[in-house]
């Protein structure tokens, strides 16, 4: 086989998107991405709330500096203002936790200051950043981030504000509002399934965290622009990948191909190689029918272990505003939640208390006063399934009591449903307890494994849960994408000795 290769792309997200780019500059030709739905990007998805420009999916790049690749093609597409791409901007490192600039509303209808909630603050992110230590050190004394914070929280903060005894309490109900904060930040329930000793392996970038004025599909579309026209066969969902198949495939003119993909509607493919990009959420919903012969069972164990959870956004929209003009990020402190703990005990009832931060989106003169809220886990999935005239009337009158301003009331609002979203299945992927990272190396395996004695590089695994350091993010499935096709370019040159690269 040569650059002849028939080679599928199971997904176009950007991911794909990347891997097609990479294999066409290398003079590969027969290149076709398979799309389950009508459209590019995957979860990378510019939306409208009114007049304004939304991000329905992913919203920052994460550590926006020379060593990013989305960052890079970013500024070569120049999609990024002045601001987010100058030395200063990139030069910062922050560790992956912008320090927005807070507003704080309670239960009971006040505003707390710094003075007050600062010190919570404080002491969560170092309890946060001893978390992430583990993963060099090893030793990890608990499973899970949870119980690691919620057992040093308890542990050290009577003597950390013993100074303080009046505001003990709502300190610790600050807690309770980060804990379920971080759900959000790594997709899940609980952090009580974010395991411990893995945690330090997501590896942030230098870079204060920018969006893209114009919407980050700008990106997508900027990449779909390089490729071939009729690249991509959309509205077609793959059911099955058979591979170490060895009757001919359709239209294949006598030529035998190892695998045949097998779309929803009937129709078949034959391909050489074939790199599946699907989410971790859909391959776990559909692993004991999504591979013909099924999955070795150390690869099918990773796939059941390795956590993906659902994390929503909710626009809210407002005639005036009511934080602070340099407010960028609202915590709201349920003043009774003085017990630690990130889940809701009665989803229908109380779900809405899973939705505990808003970020202002900015600039203002450009977005008006739109909040972006955040939720994840089952109160996030259950949310989904309410109409959006309930989930109107839920926020609004959660604002009313937050801010004691009984008149509030939102123009218009728009959520997201990443769980109900038949080709995503939730939103991205974290690292669960008991696993490490060998359970990434094993979803990025190809298949069949090393030692066989079928054709080799069957089936290859891109995707944002397959990248060991960069997992939940653009960038990580970006060079995931940009990976898989590598191992194709590299196993043909050597296979065929004479191959060069067109670049
Ligand atoms: C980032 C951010 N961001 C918010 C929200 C979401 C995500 N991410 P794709 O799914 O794109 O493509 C697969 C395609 O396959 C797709 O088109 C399907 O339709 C198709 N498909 C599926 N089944 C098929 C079938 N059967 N047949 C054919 N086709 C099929 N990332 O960098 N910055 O701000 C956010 C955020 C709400 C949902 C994000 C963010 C994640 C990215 O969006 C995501 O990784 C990539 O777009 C995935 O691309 P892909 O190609 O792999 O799949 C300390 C510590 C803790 C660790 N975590 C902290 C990290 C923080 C992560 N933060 C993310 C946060 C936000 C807000």
Redesign the pocket.
């Known amino acids: 086989p040569d650059r002849d290769s028939q080679i599928f792309i199971?997904?176009?997200?950007?991911?794909?998107?990347?891997a097609a780019q990479k294999l066409i500059k290398h003079g590969f030709h027969n290149v076709r991405i398979?799309?389950?739905?009508a459209?590019?990007?995957?979860?990378?998805r510019t939306g409208r709330l009114g007049d304004n420009i939304i991000?329905?999916?992913?919203?920052?790049?994460?550590g926006p500096s020379k060593e990013n690749p989305?960052f890079r093609l970013a500024c070569d597409y120049q999609l990024l203002d002045k601001e987010s791409m100058s030395e200063e901007n990139q030069a910062i490192d922050i560790g992956?936790?912008p320090l927005f600039v807070p507003n704080w509303f309670t239960s009971s209808g006040r505003k707390l200051g710094p003075e007050t909630m600062g010190p919570a603050l404080e002491f969560f992110m170092t309890l946060?950043e001893r978390s992430?230590q583990f993963h060099s050190t090893g030793g990890e004394p608990l499973p899970s981030v949870g119980e690691f914070i919620k057992a040093e929280a308890e542990r050290l903060a009577p003597e950390e504000w013993k100074e303080d005894r009046d505001n003990f309490a709502v300190r610790m109900a600050m807690i309770n509002t980060l804990l379920k904060l971080e759900c959000?930040?790594?997709?899940t329930h609980t952090m009580d399934d974010?395991g411990l000793g893995a945690?330090?392996m997501?590896t942030?970038l230098p870079g204060l965290?920018c969006t893209f004025p114009g919407g980050y599909e700008g990106l997508t579309d900027h990449m779909m622009k390089e490729l071939p026209r009729d690249i991509v066969l959309y509205n077609?969902?793959?059911?099955c990948i058979h591979w170490n198949y060895t009757k001919n495939g359709p239209n294949t003119g006598g030529t035998s191909f190892p695998v045949t993909i097998e779309?929803?509607n009937g129709e078949t493919f034959a391909a050489d190689h074939v790199i599946v990009?699907?989410?971790l959420g859909?391959m776990k919903k559909?692993q004991n029918t999504?591979l013909s012969p099924s999955f070795p069972l150390h690869k099918l164990h990773s796939i059941q272990r390795m956590g993906f959870g659902t994390?929503?956004?909710i626009f809210v929209e407002f005639e005036q505003p009511f934080w602070d003009e340099d407010c960028e990020l609202i915590y709201l402190v349920w003043e009774d939640e003085t017990h630690l703990t990130d889940v809701v005990s009665d989803l229908k009832m109380s779900w809405i208390r899973k939705l505990t931060g808003f970020t202002v989106l900015k600039p203002t003169e450009r977005f008006g006063h739109v909040l972006c809220g955040?939720i994840a886990g089952q109160e996030s999935e259950y949310m989904e399934s309410l109409s959006e005239l309930e989930v109107l009337q839920t926020v609004t009158q959660l604002l009313r009591i937050f801010t004691g301003n009984p008149t509030i009331m939102p123009r218009k609002l728009l959520r997201?449903q990443?769980f109900h979203?038949?080709?995503?299945c939730?939103?991205?992927s974290?690292?669960a307890k008991g696993c490490s990272g060998y359970d990434i190396d094993n979803l990025a395996e190809p298949l069949p494994l090393k030692g066989s004695n079928s054709k080799p590089l069957q089936v290859l695994f891109?995707?944002?849960?397959t990248h060991r350091s960069f997992?939940?993010?653009?960038?990580?499935?970006?060079l995931?994408?940009w990976r898989e096709a590598e191992r194709l370019i590299s196993h043909h040159t050597s296979a065929s000795g004479s191959f060069s690269s067109k670049l």
């Not at 991000?55 to 994460?62: C, F, L, V």
């Not at 077609?236 to 059911?239: H, M, S």
């Open positions: 199971i997904g176009c997200g950007i991911s794909g998107i990347g398979i799309e389950a739905t459209r590019s990007g995957g979860r990378i991000e329905i999916g992913a919203n920052w790049i994460h989305v992956g936790h946060l992430q959000c930040v790594s997709g974010v945690f330090g997501y942030t965290d077609k969902p793959v059911k779309c929803v990009t699907v989410p859909y559909h999504f994390n929503n956004k955040w997201s990443w979203e038949p080709y995503s939730g939103s991205y974290y690292v891109a995707g944002e849960a997992f939940s993010t653009v960038h990580g499935a970006l995931s994408g």
